[in-house]
Nanobody, 115 residues
Framework: QVQLVESGGGLVQPGGSLRLSCAAS????????MGWSRQAPGKQRELVAH???????NYADSVKGRFTISRDNAKDTVYLQMNSLKPEDTAVYYC?????????WGQGTQVTVSS
């Protein structure tokens, strides 16, 4: 059974940094797309970034130049390095694994950017 476990969220001041991690278990995932989405209160969930099995990257315009997604296939883990954080980045961040037409989600980790 596929499981995704996120970690690394927390409270940070504007301009600060956080690194999120998502560890996948229950299979071999190096060939599949993994990524991060976020959902702020009262808003729809939105894509933040994803990385394909061959390493292609995609970022939301709002995070380009500030966030970096990467993966360690040996550990079946995807990371999201978030720099220059802004209050509008406050949200629950969810890890996502896509295998063909199936999507798997983690439980989410809260990121709060506030002074």
């Amino acid at each position: 059974q596929v499981q995704l476990v996120e970690s690394g969220g927390g409270l940070v001041q504007p301009g600060g940094s956080l690194r999120l991690s998502c560890a996948a278990s229950g299979g071999i995932f190096r060939f599949y797309t993994m990524g991060w989405s976020r959902q702020a209160p009262g808003k729809q969930r939105e894509l933040v970034a994803h990385i394909t099995g061959d390493g292609s990257l995609n970022y939301a315009d709002s995070v380009k130049g500030r966030f970096t997604i990467s993966r360690d296939n040996a550990k079946d883990t995807v990371y999201l390095q978030m720099n220059s954080l802004k209050p509008e980045d406050t949200a629950v961040y969810y890890c996502k694994l896509t295998i063909a037409t199936l999507s798997y989600w983690g439980q989410g980790t809260q990121v709060t950017v506030s002074s």
